[in-house]
């Protein structure tokens, strides 16, 4: 199981003063010397948080993989082509919304988003669909072409109760079986935190959590150092038998 941190949020500090620090780059560097798999970021149009240079800085400077999010938009495409990072992973974006609210549509995206797909996929670049665990979503995901999808674990983290977070994760089970049933292979993220990560961790068939807000919160308490090793060992921890 790997963990991808996303530094989005590092950049948010950053663009409330439209300074210089702190810098998304550095905090990548930190996160992988204490043992992340990945860095995600997540190049929005509006631009609110990571800008179009630390895109190209962390191409440069990322020792393990980049993984872009990105909506299908064409601007922000040609970034992504220019750039070439290892994975991208489309997701759905609403100027209006405070972070991603849900998977993307795969089903309504049709023919365009095949086409991004493809483009994105000759560039020699890894995509995945942002999708809720929903089997049309998923059947669309590996019908339009792409290697990875991303399950949207936000109900499982907003879940109230032990009934409701029980089917949560069940919901998210089926999704991975159906995904891997397809041929895709499976990532998971949103809204997982240190108290709620294990049970999506123990999961079989998942290979990557990304995980951005958590981190960064705990890091403005304890460093981002010890945040991530944290996070990590969580992670570790329930793959044990």
């Given at each position: ?232 060992t969580l992670m570790l921890e329930a793959k044990r038998p």
């Amino acid at each position: 199981m790997r963990l991808g941190v996303n530094i989005d949020h590092v950049a948010t500090i950053r663009q409330a003063r439209r300074i210089d620090i702190p810098d998304p780059v550095e905090a990548a560097v930190i996160a992988e010397l204490a043992g992340a798999d990945g860095i995600t970021i997540h190049l929005r149009e509006d631009r609110r948080h990571i800008q179009d240079r630390d895109v190209r800085v962390l191409r440069q400077t990322v020792k393990t993989k980049l993984n872009l999010e990105l909506a299908d938009v064409p601007e922000i495409v040609e970034v992504a082509l220019a750039v070439r990072p290892e994975d991208c992973c489309l997701v759905p974006e609403r100027r209006e919304e405070v972070t991603t609210e849900g998977g993307l549509d795969v089903v309504r995206g049709g023919e365009p988003l095949s086409r991004t797909i493809a483009r994105l996929r000759a560039g020699g670049i890894r995509v995945s669909l942002f999708v809720s665990p929903d089997r049309d979503q998923i059947a669309a995901s590996a019908a339009g072409g792409a290697e990875f999808v991303e399950l949207h674990t936000g109900r499982y983290a907003d879940a109230r109760g032990e009934s409701e977070q029980a089917s949560a994760l069940r919901a998210l089970r089926e999704g991975v079986e159906i995904a891997r049933g397809l041929g895709l292979r499976v990532n998971a993220g949103h809204g997982l935190n240190y108290v709620n990560v294990q049970p999506v961790a123990a999961m079989g068939g998942i290979e990557e959590l990304n995980i951005g807000h958590a981190i960064i919160a705990r890091a403005v308490l304890v460093g981002l150092d010890r945040a991530v090793r944290d996070m990590k060992t969580l992670m570790l921890e329930a793959k044990r038998p």
